[in-house]
């Protein structure tokens, strides 16, 4: 197993920033890519931006030139540093790893979130 703990969240005015972090812990397992992902209230849970192994990242549009994803291999970290907030990320965000346990296939695992709330 894989374990996620997230930490970083917080209350925020609109234009604010905050970082968050996730790191994983466990035995025999690699991770292939990181990310985080958004669940509003009331809505689906969407992605927000993910990074490989590689390096290579991905982000909404909605995010996109406001939030950077970040990673640390060697700690198995993933950062989100988010800037210029809107009202509209309000939620909680889940970390979420693809990764291999042993010679098993990859799988996601998950945080157990953390909550965002950017207020207006």
């Known amino acids: 197993q894989v374990q996620l703990v997230e930490s970083g969240g917080g209350l925020v005015q609109a234009g604010g920033s905050l970082n968050l972090s996730c790191a994983a812990s466990?035995?025999?397992?690699?991770?292939?890519?990181m990310g985080w992902y958004h669940q509003a209230p009331g809505k689906q849970r969407e992605l927000v931006a993910s990074?490989?192994?590689?390096?290579?990242?991905n982000y909404a549009d909605s995010v996109k030139g406001r939030f950077t994803i970040s990673r640390d291999n060697a700690k198995n970290t993933v950062y989100l540093r988010m800037d210029s907030l809107k009202p509209e990320d309000t939620g909680a965000y889940y970390c979420?790893?693809?990764?291999?346990?042993?010679?098993?296939?990859?799988?996601?695992?998950w945080g157990q979130g953390t909550q965002v709330t950017v207020s207006s």
């Open positions: 979420n790893a693809v990764a291999r346990v042993g010679v098993m296939i990859p799988r996601n695992f």
């Open positions: 990074i490989t192994s590689a390096g290579p990242t």
């Open positions: 466990g035995s025999a397992f690699r991770i292939d890519s």
